[in-house]
């Protein structure tokens, strides 16, 4: 025998196990231990949970926003108009999350200072 036999087999097609979800009253302790951080970090942490819960993002279309405030072209972050624009699978564009959506108040104005400022 030159070659075995299962050297052109295909392996067999796993089922995919659904990624673990948090349930709301796990989305509200996280949320509630962000809130009652009032440091930068806390601000910060609670907007990007506000920002997936109210937008529904990836988090690799949340990781790859860009936010220079000197530089208006380049973000994608617009905090006056309260919208994000992320790029999707396929780097497709897409405008989302309005702050006065009943579920948000993502970005409270401590989130647009960097820490010692």
């Known amino acids: 025998m030159k070659e075995s036999p299962m050297a052109r087999t295909k392996p067999p ?3 995919e196990e659904p990624p673990a979800i948090l349930r709301e009253p796990e989305l509200r302790a996280l949320l509630g231990v ?3 951080d009032k440091s930068f970090a806390g601000i910060r942490d609670a907007a990007l949970v506000r920002i997936f819960l109210d937008t529904g993002a990836r988090r690799a279309e949340i990781s790859n926003l860009r936010y220079d405030p000197s530089d208006e072209l380049a973000n994608d972050v617009d905090l006056d108009q309260a919208l994000i624009r ?3 699978k396929g780097r497709r564009e897409r405008v989302d999350w309005k702050q006065g959506d009943s579920r948000s108040r993502s970005l409270p104005a401590g989130a647009r200072k960097a ?3």
């Open 115 to 117: 820490p010692g400022e």
């Open 13 to 15: 097609r796993l089922p």
């Open 34 to 36: 962000c809130e009652a």
């Open 86 to 88: 992320v790029f999707g």
